[in-house]
Every structure is written in structure tokens, then in C-alpha cells.
């Protein structure tokens, strides 16, 4: 995001695209270590719905928040003309963007819980579409 808007050669489908990598290649390179969770919000949710050890959530959100931190500074360092660092700022009143961010917030925790469930949940080689398997 910081590069797109430095550069404003990335685009919205760009952007999107390497979000969609970036957390493809986490969960593909931590998820054996942590269960990929890289936001606090799913560890939270992990934790509500009894799929993860209370006792591991401060540790990991501590871990989580630390690692946003650096990030940041990371980004700083490297943009340093950059005056948001590729923030997304609200356009709306601050209800709208509380709003949407909640129902965004929401169907995003909706479709990893629902992920990690049906991986275990089905067996292998059975899917939620086919639960006999057969495709």
C-alpha cells in the first residue's frame, strides 16, 4: 500500500493481489507454529469458540502487537516521506467507518473460523460441498 502510494502504479487490484500472497505465504510458512494467527482478533475468536488455550492469548496478542509495532517502524525507516504509511483513512463520519469495519471484521472472522473448522471437521478428502467425497 505504501509503495502504491508512492508510486500510484500498483492500483487497487495490485494492492489487493499482494495482501491476498502476503497472507497466503504467512499461513503457509507459520501455520505449523503459531495456527497462522497474525491478528489479535483471531486469536480472540479462536478463543471465544474454545479452539484455543485462554492461558496462550496474552502471550500471543502481546506477540501480535509487537510484531504491528516493528512493522511499523520497519515502514517508517524505508518510507520515511511516507506520511500515513499506507493507512486506510475513513472518508465517512466515524460511525460509517466503525460500521463497516465491524461487518467487514465479521465476515472475515466468519470465513476462518468456518476454514479451520472444515478442515478438521470432514476427514480427509471429504468436503463441505460433497461430504461423501465424491467429486
Not at 21 to 40: D, E, F, R, T
Not at 125 to 135: M, R, T, V
Amino acid at each position: 500500500m505504501v509503495v502504491d502510494q508512492q508510486t500510484n502504479g500498483v492500483g487497487h487490484i495490485g494492492v489487493a493481489i499482494t495482501w491476498g500472497l502476503a497472507v497466503m505465504s504467512l499461513i503457509c510458512s507459520i501455520g505449523n507454529i503459531s495456527g497462522s494467527h497474525i491478528n489479535p482478533a483471531v486469536s480472540i475468536a479462536f478463543t471465544v469458540a474454545r479452539r484455543f488455550n485462554i492461558k496462550l492469548l496474552p502471550g500471543y496478542i502481546i506477540s501480535q502487537l509487537t510484531g504491528a509495532f516493528l512493522a511499523s517502524i520497519l515502514l517508517k525507516l524505508l518510507f520515511p516521506t511516507c506520511p500515513t504509511l499506507g493507512a486506510t483513512l475513513p472518508a465517512g463520519t466515524e460511525m460509517q467507518s466503525f460500521m463497516l469495519e465491524l461487518f467487514l471484521t465479521f465476515f472475515l472472522m466468519l470465513v476462518i473460523m468456518h476454514t479451520a473448522a472444515r478442515s478438521r471437521a470432514n476427514g480427509p478428502g471429504q468436503y463441505w460441498l460433497f461430504p461423501s467425497g465424491n467429486i
